[in-house]
């Protein structure tokens, strides 16, 4: 069983930056290709990016493409979401979820792909 837990949410300006984090827990938890998912007030839970298990495959949804970087590190444990930028349209809760496909080189960016899902943080930035 993985658990997933994400941190770093908070309140920021328009133009400003947080970094989210994914820690989880469970032995396989590193073996799994990963994604971040946001869900605004009023509309559905999108895929914002996600990345592959080794870390070298990674995808953007257009809207953050430029401004968010997804990244594991090296042991694989923590999954962040590096946030500049920061536009008021990108106010939501964001969730971490991993797939159960072990050892994937690819990434997945439909929420049907994903098992495991974290509770959520709440991203608000002020205009």
């Known amino acids: 069983q993985v658990q997933l837990v994400e941190s770093g949410g908070g309140l920021v300006q328009a133009g400003g930056s947080l970094r989210l984090s994914c820690a989880a827990s469970?032995?396989?938890?590193?073996?799994?290709?990963m994604g971040w998912f946001r869900q605004a007030p009023g509309k559905e839970r999108d895929i914002v990016a996600a990345?592959?298990?080794?870390?070298?495959?990674?995808y953007y949804a257009d809207s953050v493409k430029g401004r968010f970087t997804i990244s594991r590190n090296s042991a694989k444990t923590t999954v962040d979401l590096q946030m500049n930028s920061l536009k008021p349209e990108d106010t939501a809760v964001y969730y971490c979820?991993?797939?159960?496909?072990?050892?994937?080189?690819?990434?997945?960016?439909?929420?049907?792909?994903?098992?495991?899902w974290g509770q959520g943080t709440q991203v608000t930035v002020s205009s």
């Open positions: 979820a991993a797939v159960t496909t072990m050892y994937s080189e690819r990434y997945y960016y439909r929420q049907e792909e994903y098992a495991y």
């Open positions: 469970g032995r396989t938890f590193s073996r799994y290709a």
């Open positions: 990345i592959s298990w080794s870390g070298d495959n990674s």
